[in-house]
């Protein structure tokens, strides 16, 4: 089955949760929905669920005009971030539910059930009532049931945040998994770029109600179509310095200056913004024209492998992405290296004018979605 | 951005509105049209004005029932409020004994008006009650029928008997509701048990015992059923609440107009102290902000 | 201004526990000494909410003693223990103000008033909230409520430790960098001892200078942050940390060779002694290394095993690549820009970065010596370097 959205719109007591969202979902995808709180991530996935209706706009399952079905008449299933389980029945009879709703044969559901449970591990767990289960099989429990009936459209809304990180690696492993061998299309909300890298696919970078971007995720993440799109899709958040350029050097502030590169050099002169990923700073020169940056430290985040170093310098702030652990005290003066060659490009408008790495191609950067 | 306006859910409120206006809207028209008429039989009536409210207003013997009434009520809030706070805060918060304690609270809220009045009445009696003949043995002479004061004080313990508990219970879900944390911050903080009653559990229980106010000064202003049985009114009139006279009144006497007048004169006194409860308390719970930093 | 002492310290739920899994703390010495910033770091019922009751007193330990420099608190309550304490949801005297509540702990031993105000405002000031002093704490929002009651502790002058029990559980993503920064700063400013209680490890590390692990009831590890990512002293504590973390390898000798699963695995002699040495009993022996030191080549090479590849996560600016050796599955984390193996691979377990678990405890391996740690991070180096 596959899913378009046809300039999906979505007005509420006049504040617009949904604007003028378009998208084609291919049969057997998965599609992960990047954004913050309030980005329009549930209401894209209520509208598509048949939960919601649109204002104006049109939903198509296979071409065909579904806009006005409810969600009874879409097959669809959805996994929300509660654990919502039937606290009185057992495993068995959660994950059974939706087949005996849908008067399917007793020794089928009970083939159907036990093949999910053992996809879900929990086939140990069947006799069990869910709140006698850890967060984590009572997760599991759930997408057990939605996974049980066979829709044509399964819906994540951010399933794995009231779970602690060890669970999140696990169930994020696992997801691609469970459903490379079904063609029924995933959709999977989440707010953190790091777990929409993990579970690849497709990714929909939506910010404000509308639709920034979509594409592969690997290739969303490398080529951002707009400063936006690349903030959100960055976590720690891509640093963003503004800077000139003029004759053959570009100058951040008045006392940092560099020659201008291969690359950089097709922008012509002008003010721009330029991005560079905190895990592309350094505290040890990685080439030779690294720039070097003194700063002062507000916060190390560790995250146990990782390093978050928070930094300010006279022209605002900026994180680096440390690989290992490394302390610091809280205002200390720090050398960070800059490299020159890996900085994105941004009109004042935000729209990209430069991806280091790849050769320079218009086309490519100039394929927005509306 | 194309707007669409769909007005079409206003339909739904019909049938809500329907109902007001059956339920609340066309007797209380009723009452309004009748208090502005004399009417002297069913085919005779004059339009008089205000002149019925004026009449009630003036009536020395309405005018006590209404001192009587505010007396009364003001005295049960008076202990049955502290009184429930008290009775919650010694509930047990849990297991079988918290179940029993709850099941024996609730029994007197169980009972009818009218069967309250007859248990007490019976009760109070002075040759087969346990309470009239037990004060009568320990030398008081105790009649509600010759004596105000007994009247009084027999009716109020009544009260409080009855609906007590209601308070308590509110208040009892209030405290369950707050977080252990909560006490344990206050022990650490080495808060005496005044404090934690005075900054922790009665901060908590505001909401409920403003419900429980509201709810019990709205009953005990219409009490009628309960003195009626247990004293009639009596001795003399000194037990007449507002809700007696009327029905005097009404039916009795059979005074449509002056009883109209007085019925919305009644309605407004009750929603008119209700109101100032309401927005006092709300008042009180008001931040003071945008004052200077310092303390 | 006290060292904590726990010392034989267990404590069960159950009237007449008897095996080690009736405990929800087992057998435990441990020392948090005077001003320092601690975390412990722990997955959900691992027993940490159980000390931190015994340490502020609202549990009375069944076996061993809770010590206050030398001093016996065990039955002592909370409020005769100079201990504060900030919860995971805000607690707050609503109808009191803010000045109010922070004055509270205060006057409830009768500090004369002016003693009071000095305090309250040093306190408010260094947590940003003198222009919410005459507010109803009520209708302050949960980053200040948080604020607010560590303000309660802080303004005490006998307080021996403040412990925290996931106290950024209820606030906004975008406050929690604010708020742990203001940790960090108060922890400087006041030097009072702080015992930070969570599951996530980032809030451990990024608040602690030392994190206690706890797992079943025990302190599998007391470490930096450091200490704990690069030499873990127990395989919970390797696989806890870290995102994705240790890989563990069951190691045996066939041959006069390493196999892990009866896969042969290249490793130093110094190494294999050690192993072999190990073996000799009935322990089961486990080589751990973390994904961030697997080498990976897509040619073989000298010390290098080769392995076939299962799966690559591509996370942006790295990726992590697993890989089977026979039927385990190893983890590698390779920097952007390398070009990645496609069906068959090559890995290396660099000795420095190796470490051998015997029981599941960390062994030191004589003759292996820790690679230079870089020019930052002075202070909190490897101890454990001289051992060897």
Same mark, same amino acid.
């Given at each position: 089955?596959?899913?378009?959205?046809?300039?999906?719109?979505?007005?509420?007591?006049?504040?617009?949760?949904?604007?003028?969202?378009?998208?084609?979902?291919? @049969?057997?995808?998965?599609?992960?929905?990047?954004?913050?709180?309030?980005?329009?991530?549930?209401?894209?996935?209520?509208?598509?669920? &048949?939960?919601?209706?649109?204002?104006?706009?049109?939903?198509?399952?296979?071409?065909?005009?579904?806009?006005?079905?409810?969600?009874?008449?879409?097959?669809?299933?959805?996994?929300?971030?509660?654990?919502?389980?039937? @606290?009185?029945?057992?495993?068995?009879?959660?994950?059974?539910?939706?087949?005996?709703?849908?008067?399917?044969?007793?020794?089928?559901?009970?083939?159907?059930?036990?093949?999910?449970?053992?996809?879900?591990?929990?086939?140990?767990?069947?006799?069990?009532?869910?709140?006698?289960?850890? &967060?984590?099989?009572?997760?599991?429990?759930?997408?057990?049931?939605?996974?049980?009936?066979?829709?044509?459209?399964?819906?994540?809304?951010? @399933?794995?945040?009231?779970?602690?990180?060890?669970?999140?690696?696990?169930?994020?492993?696992?997801?691609?998994?469970?459903?490379?061998?079904?063609?029924?299309?995933?959709?999977?909300?989440?707010?953190?770029?790091?777990?929409?890298?993990?579970? &690849?696919?497709?990714?929909?970078?939506?910010?404000?109600?509308?639709?920034?971007?979509?594409?592969?995720?690997?290739?969303?993440?490398?080529?951002?179509?707009?400063?936006?799109?690349?903030?959100?899709?960055?976590?720690? @958040?891509?640093?963003?310095?503004?800077?000139?350029?003029?004759?053959?050097?570009?100058?951040?502030?008045?006392?940092?200056?560099?020659?201008?590169?291969?690359?950089?050099?097709?922008?012509?002169? &002008?003010?721009?913004?330029?991005?560079?990923?905190?895990?592309?700073?350094?505290?040890?020169?990685?080439?030779?024209?690294?720039?070097?940056?003194?700063?002062?430290?507000?916060?190390?985040?560790?995250?146990?492998?990782?390093?978050?170093?928070?930094?300010?310098?006279?022209?605002?702030?900026?994180?680096?992405?440390?690989?290992?652990?490394?302390?610091?005290?809280?205002?200390?003066?720090?050398?960070?290296?800059?490299?020159?060659?890996?900085?994105?490009?941004?009109?004042?408008?935000?729209?990209?004018?430069?991806?280091?790495?790849?050769?320079?191609?218009?086309?490519?950067?100039?394929?927005?979605?509306? | 951005?194309?707007?669409?306006?769909?007005?079409?859910?206003?339909?739904?409120?019909? $049938?809500?509105?329907?109902?007001?206006?059956?339920?609340?809207?066309?007797?209380?028209?009723?009452?309004?049209?009748?208090?502005?008429?004399?009417?002297?039989?069913?085919?005779?009536?004059?339009?008089?004005? =205000?002149?019925?409210?004026?009449?009630?207003?003036?009536?020395?013997?309405?005018?006590?029932?209404?001192?009587?009434?505010?007396?009364?009520?003001?005295?049960?809030?008076?202990?049955?409020?502290?009184?429930?706070?008290?009775?919650?805060?010694?509930?047990?918060?849990?297991?079988?004994?918290?179940?029993?304690?709850?099941?024996?609270?609730?029994?007197?809220?169980?009972?009818?008006?009218?069967?309250?009045?007859?248990?007490?009445?019976?009760?109070?009696?002075?040759?087969?009650?346990?309470?009239?003949?037990?004060?009568?043995?320990?030398?008081?002479?105790?009649?509600?029928?010759?004596?105000?004061?007994?009247?009084?004080?027999?009716?109020?313990?009544?009260?409080?008997?009855?609906?007590?508990?209601?308070?308590?219970?509110?208040?009892?879900?209030?405290?369950?509701?707050?977080?252990?944390?909560?006490?344990?911050?206050?022990?650490?903080?080495?808060?005496?048990?005044?404090?934690?009653?005075?900054?922790?559990?009665?901060?908590?229980?505001?909401?409920?015992? =403003?419900?429980? =106010?509201?709810?019990?000064?709205?009953?005990?202003?219409?009490?009628?059923?309960?003195?009626?049985?247990?004293?009639?009114?009596? $001795?003399?009139?000194?037990?007449?609440?507002?809700?007696?006279?009327?029905?005097?009144?009404?039916?009795?006497?059979?005074? =449509?107009?002056?009883?109209?007048?007085?019925?919305?004169?009644?309605?407004?006194?009750?929603?008119?102290?209700?109101?100032?409860?309401?927005?006092?308390?709300?008042?009180?719970?008001?931040?003071?902000?945008?004052?200077?930093?310092?303390? | 201004?006290?060292?904590?002492?726990?010392?034989?310290?267990?404590?069960?739920?159950?009237?007449?526990?008897?095996?080690?899994?009736?405990?929800?703390?087992?057998?435990?010495?441990?020392?948090?000494?005077?001003?320092?910033?601690?975390?412990?770091?722990?997955?959900?019922? #691992?027993?940490?909410?159980?000390?931190?009751?015994?340490?502020?007193?609202?549990?009375?330990?069944?076996?061993?003693?809770?010590?206050?420099?030398?001093?016996?608190?065990?039955?002592?309550?909370?409020?005769?223990?100079?201990?504060?304490?900030?919860?995971?949801?805000?607690?707050?005297?609503?109808?009191?103000?803010?000045?109010?509540?922070?004055?509270?702990?205060?006057?409830?031993?009768?500090?004369?008033?002016?003693?009071?105000?000095?305090?309250?405002?040093?306190?408010?000031?260094?947590?940003?909230?003198?222009?919410?002093?005459?507010?109803?704490?009520?209708?302050?929002?949960?980053?200040?409520?948080?604020?607010?009651?560590?303000?309660?502790?802080?303004?005490?002058?006998?307080?021996?430790?403040?412990?925290?029990?996931?106290?950024?559980?209820?606030?906004?993503?975008?406050?929690?960098?604010?708020?742990?920064?203001?940790?960090?700063?108060?922890?400087?400013?006041?030097?009072?001892?702080?015992?930070?209680?969570?599951?996530?490890?980032?809030?451990?590390?990024?608040?602690?200078?030392?994190?206690?692990?706890?797992?079943?009831?025990?302190?599998?590890?007391?470490?930096?942050?450091?200490?704990?990512?690069?030499?873990?002293?127990?395989?919970?504590?390797?696989?806890?940390?870290?995102?994705?973390?240790?890989?563990?390898?069951?190691?045996?000798?066939?041959?006069?060779?390493?196999? #892990?699963?009866?896969?042969?695995?290249?490793?130093?002699?110094?190494?294999?002694?050690?192993?072999?040495?190990?073996?000799?009993?009935?322990?089961?022996?486990?080589?751990?290394?973390?994904?961030?030191?697997?080498?990976?080549?897509?040619?073989?090479?000298?010390?290098?095993?080769?392995?076939?590849?299962?799966? #690559?996560?591509?996370?942006?600016?790295?990726?992590?690549?697993?890989?089977?050796?026979?039927?385990?599955?190893?983890?590698?984390?390779?920097?952007?820009?390398?070009?990645?193996?496609?069906?068959?691979?090559?890995?290396?377990?660099?000795?420095?970065?190796?470490?051998?678990?015997?029981?599941?405890?960390?062994?030191?391996?004589?003759?292996?010596?820790?690679?230079?740690?870089?020019?930052?991070?002075?202070?909190?180096?490897?101890?454990?370097?001289?051992?060897?």
């Amino acid at each position: 089955m596959s899913l378009t959205l046809e300039g999906v719109t979505r007005v509420v007591a006049n504040e617009t949760h949904l604007d003028e969202v378009s998208m084609i979902l291919e @049969p057997g995808s998965f599609n992960v929905l990047l954004g913050r709180t309030l980005a329009g991530k549930t209401s894209l996935m209520r509208v598509m669920a &048949g939960l919601d209706q649109v204002t104006s706009g049109r939903v198509l399952m296979n071409g065909e005009d579904v806009t006005g079905l409810g969600v009874r008449q879409r097959n669809v299933a959805m996994v929300y971030q509660q654990f919502i389980n039937y @606290p009185h029945q057992t495993v068995y009879d959660n994950i059974a539910s939706p087949l005996k709703l849908a008067k399917v044969p007793r020794k089928e559901i009970d083939v159907r059930v036990r093949e999910v449970a053992s996809l879900l591990h929990i086939d140990h767990l069947l006799s069990r009532k869910p709140l006698e289960l850890s &967060g984590g099989q009572q997760q599991r429990t759930a997408m057990a049931r939605a996974l049980v009936k066979d829709a044509s459209l399964v819906l994540f809304d951010e @399933p794995l945040v009231n779970l602690d990180y060890k669970l999140r690696e696990e169930f994020r492993e696992e997801l691609g998994a469970l459903f490379a061998a079904r063609d029924c299309i995933v959709v999977y909300a989440t707010t953190e770029p790091s777990e929409a890298l993990a579970l &690849g696919g497709h990714t929909a970078v939506l910010h404000e109600g509308r639709l920034m971007q979509y594409g592969p995720t690997a290739d969303v993440f490398r080529r951002p179509n707009t400063l936006t799109s690349a903030e959100m899709f960055s976590e720690p @958040p891509m640093n963003v310095i503004g800077g000139h350029i003029h004759a053959n050097e570009v100058t951040f502030g008045d006392d940092m200056h560099f020659a201008l590169d291969q690359g950089l050099r097709g922008l012509g002169e &002008g003010h721009f913004r330029f991005g560079v990923r905190p895990a592309h700073l350094s505290l040890s020169p990685q080439a030779n024209d690294d720039l070097a940056l003194d700063v002062v430290v507000d916060l190390a985040e560790i995250s146990g492998s990782e390093t978050f170093l928070h930094v300010h310098h006279s022209r605002g702030t900026m994180v680096a992405h440390l690989p290992g652990v490394h302390t610091f005290d809280v205002n200390q003066k720090v050398r960070l290296y800059f490299p020159i060659h890996r900085l994105y490009a941004f009109a004042d408008d935000g729209s990209t004018l430069y991806i280091p790495g790849a050769p320079q191609r218009t086309d490519d950067v100039d394929g927005e979605v509306h | 951005m194309n707007k669409v306006r769909n007005n079409s859910a206003w339909w739904l409120v019909l $049938p809500m509105l329907a109902l007001v206006t059956f339920s609340a809207i066309v007797p209380l028209m009723t009452v309004v049209n009748y208090s502005v008429q004399d009417v002297l039989d069913p085919h005779t009536r004059y339009f008089v004005g =205000v002149e019925w409210f004026v009449d009630t207003l003036n009536n020395p013997g309405l005018q006590a029932a209404l001192a009587r009434q505010f007396a009364f009520s003001l005295t049960i809030l008076a202990i049955e409020v502290p009184l429930g706070i008290g009775v919650a805060l010694l509930m047990p918060k849990r297991g079988w004994q918290a179940s029993l304690v709850l099941i024996l609270v609730t029994l007197p809220l169980l009972i009818p008006w009218n069967v309250v009045g007859s248990i007490w009445q019976i009760f109070t009696r002075g040759d087969i009650g346990l309470m009239g003949w037990s004060l009568r043995q320990l030398g008081y002479p105790y009649n509600i029928t010759s004596s105000s004061i007994d009247a009084w004080a027999t009716i109020i313990l009544m009260d409080v008997w009855h609906w007590t508990s209601l308070i308590a219970l509110l208040c009892y879900s209030g405290l369950q509701a707050i977080p252990e944390a909560y006490y344990q911050a206050a022990r650490i903080d080495r808060a005496s048990r005044w404090a934690v009653f005075r900054y922790i559990q009665l901060p908590k229980l505001t909401n409920v015992l =403003v419900i429980g =106010v509201l709810l019990r000064f709205m009953h005990s202003f219409m009490i009628y059923a309960e003195p009626f049985v247990l004293t009639g009114g009596g $001795p003399g009139s000194s037990t007449t609440f507002l809700s007696q006279s009327l029905a005097i009144m009404a039916t009795a006497q059979f005074d =449509v107009g002056p009883s109209a007048a007085f019925s919305l004169i009644y309605f407004l006194i009750i929603l008119l102290v209700c109101w100032v409860f309401y927005t006092a308390i709300m008042n009180l719970q008001k931040d003071r902000r945008g004052e200077g930093p310092d303390a | 201004m006290v060292d904590i002492t726990l010392s034989g310290l267990a404590h069960s739920y159950q009237s007449s526990p008897s095996k080690d899994e009736d405990y929800a703390i087992r057998h435990m010495d441990h020392v948090w000494e005077q001003g320092g910033a601690y975390a412990l770091l722990g997955p959900s019922g #691992c027993g940490k909410s159980t000390l931190l009751n015994i340490m502020s007193g609202l549990l009375a330990p069944s076996q061993g003693d809770v010590l206050f420099d030398d001093k016996r608190v065990n039955q002592l309550p909370p409020q005769e223990r100079n201990i504060a304490q900030v919860f995971q949801f805000p607690v707050v005297y609503d109808t009191m103000t803010v000045f109010d509540n922070l004055a509270f702990p205060l006057r409830n031993t009768g500090v004369p008033e002016a003693q009071i105000r000095e305090r309250v405002h040093e306190v408010a000031d260094a947590l940003e909230l003198t222009s919410h002093l005459k507010r109803k704490a009520r209708n302050l929002t949960a980053d200040e409520k948080q604020k607010v009651s560590m303000g309660r502790g802080l303004v005490r002058s006998d307080v021996a430790a403040i412990l925290f029990d996931e106290p950024l559980t209820v606030i906004d993503p975008q406050l929690k960098f604010k708020l742990r920064r203001k940790l960090k700063e108060i922890h400087q400013r006041f030097a009072v001892t702080m015992i930070y209680v969570t599951h996530d490890q980032l809030e451990a590390s990024t608040f602690a200078d030392k994190i206690a692990v706890m797992y079943e009831g025990q302190i599998v590890q007391f470490g930096t942050p450091r200490e704990l990512f690069e030499r873990p002293a127990h395989t919970f504590v390797g696989y806890f940390i870290g995102s994705p973390g240790m890989n563990f390898l069951e190691v045996d000798m066939a041959d006069g060779q390493v196999v #892990c699963q009866g896969s042969p695995l290249a490793v130093d002699e110094s190494v294999q002694m050690a192993i072999e040495k190990a073996l000799s009993g009935t322990a089961t022996v486990k080589l751990g290394i973390r994904p961030e030191f697997v080498q990976v080549s897509a040619e073989p090479g000298e010390g290098f095993i080769e392995v076939s590849m299962d799966q #690559c996560q591509d996370l942006g600016t790295f990726s992590i690549l697993s890989v089977r050796l026979g039927q385990v599955v190893l983890k590698a984390r390779v920097e952007e820009g390398r070009t990645l193996p496609a069906q068959r691979a090559y890995i290396r377990f660099p000795p420095e970065h190796l470490g051998l678990y015997v029981d599941e405890y960390r062994v030191e391996i004589g003759g292996i010596h820790n690679k230079e740690n870089g020019p930052h991070g002075e202070g909190n180096g490897l101890h454990g370097e001289e051992e060897a």
